[in-house]
């Protein structure tokens, strides 16, 4: 029998939170029909909505699907109520799933870009209360163009 330092098993408690807020191991796919926030750059936030998280938990994760016209890049966002909030993109390495940060994500031109379970979507650390489902958080999206879009994007478990 392995017995486990508290360390350890923080450690293990984080990774298990983590995995299950990305979505690891599920389908990818666009949400169900949800909020749209158009931009004045020909930008689109559509069906966006974030994971209910449990007091303590450690993460939670948001999706949503972004278009631009023109073309342009999404390079940071923010939420009041988390102490950060990441781009982060799941790769397979050697038949095993793991998050990666990622500097920024593209958007070509008139293509709809998702942020989705099991690819590339919002890593939301350290929430300051519990999510609960019916809730909505605001999250302010920032693009390499210069512009900013916040949209009001709904607790829900989908």
């Known amino acids: 029998m392995r017995i486990l330092t508290p360390f350890a098993k923080a450690a293990a408690l984080g990774a298990l939170s983590l995995a299950a807020a990305c979505g690891a191991g599920e389908e990818r796919g666009d949400a169900a029909a949800g909020m749209a926030a ?9 069906n966006g909505y974030v994971r209910p998280a449990a007091p303590g938990a450690m993460a939670t ?3 949503a699907t972004l278009t ?14 988390f102490r ?12 095993v799933s793991r998050m990666r940060p990622l500097d920024r994500l593209a958007l070509p031109a008139g293509e709809a870009v998702s942020l989705a379970p099991g690819g590339a979507h919002l890593m939301m650390m350290g929430p300051e209360a519990p999510l609960e489902e019916g809730g909505a958080v605001e999250v302010t999206f920032t693009f390499e163009s210069g512009e900013t879009e916040t949209v009001s994007l709904p607790v829900e478990r989908r």
């Open 84 to 95: 950060a909030v990441e781009l982060h993109t799941v790769i397979e390495e050697d038949g």
């Open 61 to 63: 994760a948001g999706y």
């Open 68 to 81: 631009s016209e023109a073309g342009d890049a999404l390079v940071s966002v923010r939420a009041p109520g």
């Open 38 to 46: 158009q931009g004045g750059e020909g930008l689109v936030i559509s």
